[in-house]
């Protein structure tokens, strides 16, 4: 069962959270986040939209599309390349959606799962294309590197405790073994 603590909410930004829906992305086991319409149903509430209804099985996988998608375009970001066109051509579909539809005041309550897709996608478009783009970092751990906000400028590790603790862990190992061959 997912709880809201399972979910990712510090990542700078709900479009981003959405890639922390998966965790471990690129390890051996990915952690699936919203593997059930409900979980999907309960984590699109949780960052605001409250949509309309269940989410049904072609729902949740136009939502896990959409982030896989996301993903795409993120870490195409960080590397400084240009994303799969079929990834950024599904993101700007959804962004052309009914974005304008979403707003109905400060209880975002009632929305169709097309608003909330398109809002999604928006504030991705608009992340990517702006200053903030610049602020992208990737997580350093291999079998994470989700792709996160860092006004900091000095992050290696996403806020996951556990991957800033693997990291300083194997950066220490790799300082004493240099020392003592020296």
Known sequence: ?????????DGGATWLNLLATQGQSFGTRPVERIGTPEAGHRWLGLVGFGVDGELSADDLDR??????SLRELAMAAVAGRE??????????????????????G?????????AALAAIAVQALVMLQ???R???RQCAEVDCRWVFLDTSGRRHWCPSPACASRGRVRAHRARQGGSRAG
């Open 83 to 104: 994303p799969a066109p079929d990834d950024l051509a599904q993101v700007r579909g959804h962004a052309s959606g009914s974005a304008g539809a979403l707003w109905s």
């Open 63 to 68: 939502l896990v599309r959409l982030r896989e």
């Open 130 to 132: 702006g200053p903030d």
């Open 1 to 9: 069962m997912t709880t809201e603590t399972d979910f990712r909410f």
């Open 106 to 114: 400060p209880a975002q309550a009632g929305v169709t799962l097309d």
């Open 134 to 136: 610049e602020l992208l």
